[in-house]
T-cell receptor, first 111, second 112 residues
Framework: GEDVEQSLFLSVREGDSSVINCTYT??????LYWYKQEPGAGLQLLTY???NMDMKQDQRLTVLLNKKDKHLSLRIADTQTGDSAIYFC???????????WGLGTSLAVNP | DVKVTQSSRYLVKRTGEKVFLECVQD?????MFWYRQDPGLGLRLIYF???????EKGDIPEGYSVSREKKERFSLILESASTNQTSMYLC???????????FGPGTRLTVT
């Protein structure tokens, strides 16, 4: 069945780049999304990419999509302590009304 | 800016009580969603609605019902709260395309 997988934890030093990875199984993806969740808060949409794109950049964030390998990544440049959060990847397939969510990657930024 | 608000940040209820969680969005979005979030289980969809008075079951609808009488408001109802419904409840809304969902701050519900 459809599945979205992420590694559970990532630890980086402040100022380094972070790369959070996500793999998905359904090749009929239309959109892929990245969300950020800080402790005790709701999810904040960071960015999304349409499936016919390979890359999208927005300030410190770069999203790369490899459709052949069904792999999505989120790169955060110059990672700051305020970037410490859980990052969720989600996929929409076709016109499906339900998104498929990963379990989230907890990013720890060490000073 | 899209704003999704939820009626309470924290709620404590007793087993067997009827519980109402309300969600309001101010961006005229067609679609609204209720999720619950539990450690290790990620986000699980309870119900969603794609139009006024329309609703569809998500992945875990048992023990819940919903109501959407107005476009901006989506209510989640726990008919008879149980301890296994202790969780963080998240509401979201979006337009049809690109379907990026905007979330409220969440309601942490404790059932004792």
């Amino acid at each position: 069945g459809e599945d979205v997988e992420q590694s559970l934890f990532l630890s980086v030093r402040e100022g380094d780049s972070s790369v959070i990875n996500c793999t998905y199984t359904d090749s009929s993806s239309t959109y892929l999304y990245w969300y950020k969740q800080e402790p005790g808060a709701g999810l904040q949409l960071l960015t999304y990419i349409f499936s016919n794109m390979d890359m999208k950049q927005d300030q410190r964030l770069t999203v790369l999509l490899n459709k052949k390998d069904k792999h999505l990544s989120l790169r955060i440049a110059d990672t700051q302590t305020g970037d410490s959060a859980i990052y969720f990847c989600a996929e929409r397939t076709g016109n499906n009304r339900k998104l498929i969510w990963g379990l989230g990657t907890s990013l720890a930024v060490n000073p | 800016d899209v704003k999704v608000t939820q009626s309470s940040r924290y709620l404590v209820k007793r087993t067997g009580e009827k519980v109402f969680l309300e969600c309001v969005q101010d961006m005229d979005h067609e679609n609204m969603f209720w999720y619950r979030q539990d450690p290790g289980l990620g986000l699980r969809l309870i119900y969603f609605s794609y139009d006024v008075k329309m609703k569809e079951k998500g992945d875990i609808p048992e023990g819940y019902s919903v109501s959407r009488e107005k476009k901006e408001r989506f209510s989640l109802i726990l008919e008879s709260a149980s301890t296994n419904q202790t969780s963080m409840y998240l509401c979201a809304s979006c337009v049809d395309n690109p379907y990026e969902q905007y979330f409220g701050p969440g309601t942490r519900l404790t059932v004792t």
